[in-house]
């Protein structure tokens, strides 16, 4: 195993213990996790995004929380989604929204999340937007393609993401191009065995292009989610060669990584969607940004030997 693999799987794996969630969370805000997130509140993430549409770049928003286990908090985390709908309507900003199905209750109940997740369709229905639904672990992959699937029923701007380190991927992203669902696809951020994922990086790469090579020959719309500068390289190429309209896809980056190369894109006349979370509950996702780049946590460790 490569050794940012296993640093990977490490950091992630530590990640779930509760002493060091405690020792994070505590001083995670000191420790660089603000880079990755807009702020606490609503009206500092609609800000953040004003600033990136300035800059050419769209926005898709993200309240963060994940995993919740009351329905009470769950239909709280769909009224703060209903929020952001009527924001982004009112503040005439270009961002859409990306969801966590176990933020919307998934994990108390497939119907109460459904009962969730029609009051956020709603919501978009009524300001004329879109909703992506995240791909979380690989135990809730079904329930959220079966939950993709029903809401569809009642509003079709709905779409979801696959990831490249799953084996299923392939049939998954023919099921939903047969359903017309418009995808984004990324490499995948959890710790997964290698009974359902791929475990050496260059195969979840080269799954990553094979998926994208299929998406954009089916001639439905992609979201192309990476910061990897050889897939951009080799989607750049395959854009010139086989003069895919640029309306085709779209790139998409996360908050706080390679802002500058999000930028450029952008100039380039290329599609670009940056990925802007904002809330309290910044942790899980912070340790998540932390595993894909060990380097990360290098650099944390040298601000706090600094400071
Ligand atoms: C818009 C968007 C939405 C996403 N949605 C989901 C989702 O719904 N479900 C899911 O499982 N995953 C999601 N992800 C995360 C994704 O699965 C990967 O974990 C993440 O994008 C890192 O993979 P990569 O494609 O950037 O390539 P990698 O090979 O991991 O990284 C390539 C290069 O990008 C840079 N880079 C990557 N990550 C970081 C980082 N954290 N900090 C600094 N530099 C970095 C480094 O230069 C690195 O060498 C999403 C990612 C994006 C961009």
């Given at each position: ?131 992506r639904i995240d791909m ?170 600094r400071s």
């Amino acid at each position: 195993m490569q050794s940012s693999q296993f640093m990977r799987q490490f950091i992630l794996k530590v990640a779930g213990s509760p002493s060091f969630s405690r020792f994070v969370q505590r001083y995670g805000r000191y420790l660089g996790a603000r880079r990755f997130y807009a702020g606490d509140t609503l009206q500092e993430a609609i800000d953040v995004v004003r600033s990136l549409n300035a800059t050419g770049i769209t926005v898709t928003l993200d309240h963060l929380g994940e995993s919740v286990t009351t329905a009470e908090e769950a239909a709280r985390q769909a009224d703060m989604y209903v929020d952001i709908l009527h924001a982004i309507h009112s503040a005439q900003v270009d961002a859409n929204v990306s969801i966590k199905l176990t933020q919307m209750g998934l994990d108390v109940g497939f119907d109460e999340c459904h009962a969730n997740m029609l009051r956020i369709v709603a919501a978009a229905q009524e300001t004329d937007n879109f909703v992506r639904i995240d791909m979380e672990d690989s135990l809730h992959t079904d329930a959220t393609l079966a939950m993709v699937h029903d809401l569809r029923k009642t509003y079709p701007r709905i779409g979801t993401v696959l990831q490249s380190y799953l084996y299923r991927s392939q049939n998954d992203l023919s099921m939903l191009q047969a359903a017309g669902v418009t995808v984004r696809i990324v490499k995948g951020a959890y710790l997964e065995p290698p009974s359902v994922a791929l475990p050496q990086k260059s195969d979840v790469d080269q799954n990553y292009l094979r998926l994208v090579d299929m998406a954009l020959r089916a001639g439905q719309y992609v979201a192309i989610a990476t910061h990897d500068e050889n897939i951009i390289q080799e989607i750049e190429g395959w854009v010139k060669e086989r003069s895919i309209p640029l309306d085709r896809f779209e790139f998409q980056m996360l908050y706080g990584i390679r802002m500058q190369r999000q930028r450029e894109l952008a100039q380039q006349g290329y599609r670009v969607r940056c990925y802007v979370p904002y809330g309290t509950d910044w942790y899980a996702y912070y340790t998540r940004r932390l595993a894909e780049r060990p380097a990360n946590v290098f650099f944390i460790l040298r601000s706090l030997f600094r400071s």
